[in-house]
């Protein structure tokens, strides 16, 4: 392979702020594993936020990539899994497995698609040191009239309609707004664009604990769950990131609530029931060889957390501690106070998309 942009790259990155900012280019976040795309002729490799190779997990981007991009090119973009309800990022975690046939029977199920939103090297000509405004007229061009695998993300200049995206395309999977300098060069590593993410909160009881690893004196971790409409406690994630004496004091107000799992609506072991693992939280979604024990608590004692989205009745990222809602029941912390975004269409995002 022989490019302007040899591999790795680490991709640019963004920084949080609170509000879309003014004067910039506006695309929507898309929820999935951003990519370095490599081609040089049949050559073709995916590099991924670590700069680790990902080009086995997606042979089907491999074969699209021949046939749909220029002969020689170096794209960054994300690699998602989209449907007629979203984008499926569980989807998309599973193909990350060491069996190739596994692989190869996954990408033939829940085929991936590659959202482009920036060009590093054309043929013979680095981009990198090109302002974006003009990476993205070259993009355009390139890309113009590819598919159904590769597409390239809509953008506007415009904020009334940026914030038009941001309250909309969540129904359809996506996770805010990147706001990108005009006259930015691209910088590999390098915060350099601006995220806005939704950011909401919800109360919700704390059903256990797991320990620090640093001793066993100390919490590493809060489980939280919500009542669903049956009136039983699902688990929706975790919160964790507390001073290491905040730990240990929470591991001292926590030991009164320690009870068994004789009564515990997460003992996970009798729940022998795929179907009951799956509703409530059972097992990790992402890696069935993990540590999955905890101290089981009475679900007694309410917390409100924030969180951005849902991804179907868990919290798609780790959520931050708010406060402590001492004049919450705890049974009132059900699902019916969470936001529910208006379903929207990825097809209405990007034309094709979310229709192989």
């Not at 020689?72 to 979203?86: K, L, N, P, Q």
């Not at 597409?151 to 969540?170: L, S």
């Not at 993990?290 to 179907?312: A, W």
């Amino acid at each position: 392979m022989q490019l302007p942009v040899m591999p790795p790259v680490s991709p640019m990155l963004s920084k949080s702020v609170p509000a879309i900012p003014p004067g910039a280019s506006y695309e929507p976040k898309w929820d999935g594993f951003r990519s370095i795309l490599f081609r040089d002729g049949d050559e073709v490799e995916l590099g991924s936020r670590n700069e680790r190779p990902m080009t086995r997990y997606f042979p089907e981007l491999v074969e699209a990539a021949r046939s749909e991009l220029p002969d020689r090119c170096v794209i960054d973009g994300e690699i998602v899994i989209a449907t007629a309800g979203g984008l499926d990022f569980e989807a998309l975690q599973l193909r990350l497995h060491p069996a190739a046939s596994r692989v190869r029977m996954l990408a033939g199920q829940t085929p991936a698609a590659f959202i482009a939103f920036d060009l590093l090297a054309l043929a013979d000509t680095d981009y990198t040191a090109r302002p974006f405004v003009d990476r993205r007229a070259a993009l355009d061009d390139a890309l113009s009239g590819t598919g159904p695998t590769f597409h390239v993300t809509p953008a506007t200049t415009d904020v009334a309609t940026a914030a038009r995206w941001f309250d909309e395309f969540e129904g359809a999977g996506l996770d805010g707004i990147i706001a990108k300098p005009l006259d930015g060069v691209y910088l590999p590593d390098k915060r350099v664009m601006f995220k806005v993410k939704h950011q909401r909160t919800a109360d919700c009881v704390v059903a256990g604990y797991r320990v620090h690893k640093s001793g066993p004196d100390a919490v590493g971790s809060l489980l939280l769950g919500l009542y669903d409409s049956d009136g039983a406690l699902a688990s929706v994630g975790v919160i964790g990131a507390f001073p290491m004496a905040r730990r240990r004091e929470l591991f001292t107000e926590l030991q009164p609530l320690v009870t068994t799992f004789d009564d515990h609506p997460w003992n996970w072991a009798a729940h022998v029931d795929p179907d009951v693992v799956r509703r409530y939280g059972g097992g990790s979604r992402w890696n069935a060889g993990k540590d999955l024990s905890f101290v089981p608590l009475r679900p007694e004692r309410v917390v409100e957390v924030r969180y951005d989205h849902m991804e179907g009745r868990r919290f798609r990222h780790t959520a931050q501690f708010n406060r402590w809602r001492p004049d919450r029941d705890p049974r009132s912390c059900t699902y019916a106070q969470l936001d529910q975004p208006v379903t929207f269409s990825l097809a209405d995002i990007v034309p094709g998309l979310g229709r192989l």
